[in-house]
């Protein structure tokens, strides 16, 4: 049943009109003007307002007006009657939203004829509208459980099917496999043919994919270039390899884009339920660590997941989330672990070091959150941090009239790679007034290596701003002894590996010797790390090094106790 608004002033005209209307078989609700009007129409909406307020001195217009104001009334059909028969007042009714305008006199049959049409075209539009919406419903369903490009199951879905697949196989105490596949060259195909044709390469990889397994098998596009396949029920580890086998064989065939024939290697990563795990999002993770093992190893290759592999697991991800608000809540400190002169005894640097201390966990190690940071880029934020923080403190200290020592911040290899570090720091030193020859920066050497000649042309940025430069953990890197003549550096730094337990190994001080000897030829300061008894000290102080840190000289400790120590 329609139910119909009908808005006029009391009498026997809307009476008349409210009893033709329920005699019709419609459900009427009267009010006598806008406001009433509007208050009735808003908790009861109707399907129709029939509004005859320019016979009772109110004005249409001013509801068409208040209608139009109200968003849940806009989309209602209104119906003006009205004495008035001029075309440029029926004009401004229909540009206020009006529907359709009667003009007084009009007979009953005219006014029914009216409300029909309108509530026919309302009807017709409503279900249009329904279509549309239904339509839009699913094809938001299918965006979100299907790849748009390859029309396979996306992530979303995959996780789905697999927990079908694994529910049903704890039921029948069977297997099943989730392999991880990567396209090795998608990359080189993109940057030479251009996207396009990578896009119709995925397509095609799609198709030969499901063409190839067995129906029951699901197959997702999960990233770029990373595909995964579940097998349910294998009989064994064998019928597994050799379905895999299967797929890189039928992968290694050229694939036909336009105006080429391109070929492209897999490699596969495989994890098994339950022998690996009986946790989905674990499953998941763990056939990503046997891809990445497998990606490192000959091209058309793959590993079944083994427990040695690093898996990600979820509280690195947590640990992820905890480290992206590390910085704004101010949950980083600074230790620094003093460096003595042998030759005057007294403490002439120290090394900061990083310290997270997370309020609800404690102390987060160090080992755990760098490789992180590294990782995901935050090492980049935390680095400008902590060389900012230092720098404010070491300025603290001179103006303080302490005893000047030089202290030393690590650069990871991210930082080397970061084309900004040296206006970052010079503005940092600007900032705080430190003066440059209080700063030492340390970088390792596998960090120097892995981009020679971009980290060459930084460290002569940096050195040109007057900081000193160190190469940490000497000796257990791959640097040739070659570039020692071309970096900037002022000091070695002899890992602890080669100092703990040296005096009573020869072979350790065989290296000491040669690496003090060397340095010293070369015009650079050595300092030993990890100096933990009176026995290394006096052998280092017997071979000329010029500074030691470590346990024996001072754990890290809190500016307040270096202090102290000054």
Known sequence: MYKLLVIESEGETRHHRVSLLENSGFEVIVAAGVGPGLQVAQKKPPDLILAGLDLTGESNCQLLQAVLTKPDLAAI??????????????????????????????????????ITIRLRKQDALTQRYNTLMRHTA?????????????????????????????????VG??????????????????????????????????????????????????????????????????????????????????FSLPGHAVFVTTSVGIALFPDDSQDISTLLRQADAALDWAKGQKSNSYRFYRSDMPVVSGDELQLETWLRYAVERQEFEVRYQPKQSLRTGRIEGAEALIRWHHPDYGYVSPARFIPLAEETGLITVIGEWMLRTVCTQAAEWLAQGLP?????????????????????????????????????????????MQDISTALGLLHQLKDLGVGLAIDDFGTGYASLGYLRELPIDILKIDTCFVRGADHDYKNQAILQRIIGLAHDLSLLVVAEGVETEAELALLRSYDCDLVQGFLIGAPMTAAELVARL
Do not use: W
């Not at 299907?146 to 697949?165: E, F, G, I, K, V």
């Not at 396009?196 to 596009?221: H, N, Q, Y």
């Open 173 to 254: 105490d069977q297997r099943v496999a989730l392999l991880s596949l990567s396209l090795d060259r998608l990359r080189q195909i993109n940057n030479t043919l251009g996207f396009p044709a990578g896009d119709t390469l995925l397509r095609a990889v799609a198709r030969r994919l499901t063409g190839i397994l067995p129906p029951s098998t699901a197959v997702a596009r999960l990233t770029g270039n990373q595909f995964a396949i579940v097998l349910p029920a294998p009989r064994s580890r064998e019928d597994v390899a050799a379905i895999t086998e299967e797929v890189i064989d039928s992968l290694s065939r050229s």
């Open 138 to 170: 699913e094809r938001l369903n299918r965006l979100s459980h299907y790849d748009s490009l390859t029309d396979l199951p996306n992530h979303h879905l995959l996780q789905q099917r697999l927990l079908l697949a694994v529910n049903r196989a704890a």
């Open 77 to 114: 059909p209104v119906i003006v009657m009205t004495e008035r028969s001029d075309r440029d007042y029926q004009r401004q009714c229909l540009s206020l939203g009006a529907d359709d305008c009667l003009v007084i006199p009009f007979d009953d049959e005219e006014l029914m004829g009216a």
């Open 404 to 448: 000047p020592v030089k202290i030393a911040v690590n650069l990871s290899s991210v930082q080397l790679n970061q084309s900004q570090l040296c206006e970052v720091l010079k503005q940092i030193l600007a900032d705080t007034g430190l003066p440059t020859q209080y700063l030492e920066l340390e970088v390792t050497e596998t960090a120097l």
